[in-house]
């Protein structure tokens, strides 16, 4: 089994900033794409910046030069950087992993629990 675990959530002003985490565990024998998507009320989700493996980078164009996405491969760690928060931003958060369990498994993607980010004007 894979577990992921995120942290970092909760209330902020309009210009404020917030470090997500996001900790993979288990039966991982590796992983690939990191990424974080969001999805506000009555809303789908949507993907809100990826990584890859080897440190490429893509975000969405509603939080590019705001966001910062990173990544620690020895802590199987992905970060999501936010600054100059806005109301807009309000969503919960989950981060999503590319993981091959076992040398001979095939890749799958596993999502965490979520974790709300409240952005006030």
């Known amino acids: 089994q894979v577990q992921l675990v995120e942290s970092g959530g909760g209330l902020v002003q309009a210009g404020g900033s917030l470090r997500l985490s996001c900790a993979a565990s288990?039966?991982?024998?590796?992983?690939?794409?990191m990424g974080w998507y969001r999805q506000a009320p009555g809303k789908q989700r949507e993907l809100v910046a990826s990584i890859t493996r080897g440190g490429s980078t893509n975000y969405a164009d509603s939080v590019k030069g705001r966001f910062t996405i990173s990544r620690d491969n020895a802590k199987n760690t992905v970060y999501l950087q936010m600054n100059s928060l806005k109301p807009d931003d309000t969503a919960v958060y989950y981060c999503?992993?590319?993981?091959?369990?076992?040398?001979?498994?095939?890749?799958?993607?596993?999502w965490g629990q979520g974790t709300q980010v409240t952005v006030s004007s």
């Open positions: 999503n992993v590319e993981v091959k369990r076992y040398v001979v498994s095939s890749w799958n993607y596993f």
């Open positions: 288990g039966s991982i024998f590796s992983i690939n794409d």
